[in-house]
């Protein structure tokens, strides 16, 4: 790995140390009651907003641990050409942020019994057909 990103990274360490709002973004969860406001999402929304676009295909999202599966989405969902972190989930863990029961559920190694649950309803197709018509959609 080049010295960029170490400098990005060690960055990412000083924020979360600091743990001050900025334009950087840190975990956010405690203080504002919102349980998806993980640093990379943060970080990802005052990117957007920022930038004026939700796609962020010329950015780095550098962060301190590995990214959980929610913020692994937002990251793909935002179009980020790359992201660097320095700790392993596992280390999250140690720490009481331990996600593997999530990645368990998405892979299908672990169900959970009456999460998702499909109610079909046509009404829902007619939503999507009078989407799919729209003149002036933007899809993404």
């Not at 998806?36 to 780095?60: M, N, P, Y």
């Not at 559920?105 to 009078?130: D, H, N, W, Y």
Request: charged share 30%; net charge negative.
């Amino acid at each position: 790995m080049g010295t960029e990103e170490e400098k990005f990274l060690l960055l990412a360490c000083e924020e979360a140390e600091k743990g001050v709002q900025s334009a950087v973004g840190h975990n956010e969860v405690l203080k504002t009651n919102d349980p998806t406001a993980h640093a990379e999402v943060t970080v990802i929304r005052r990117a957007a907003a920022k930038l004026g676009t939700w796609q962020l295909s010329d950015c780095i999202l550098y962060s301190s641990c590995k990214p959980c599966p929610m913020c692994f989405g937002a990251a793909l969902w935002s179009r980020v050409e790359k992201v660097y972190y320095c700790l392993e989930d596992c280390d999250a863990a140690e720490e009481g942020f331990d996600d593997s029961e999530f990645y368990d559920i998405i892979t299908g190694r672990k169900k959970k019994e009456q999460f998702l649950c499909s109610v079909p309803l046509e009404r829902a197709k007619l939503a999507m057909k009078m989407w799919r018509q729209k003149p002036d959609k933007s899809p993404y």
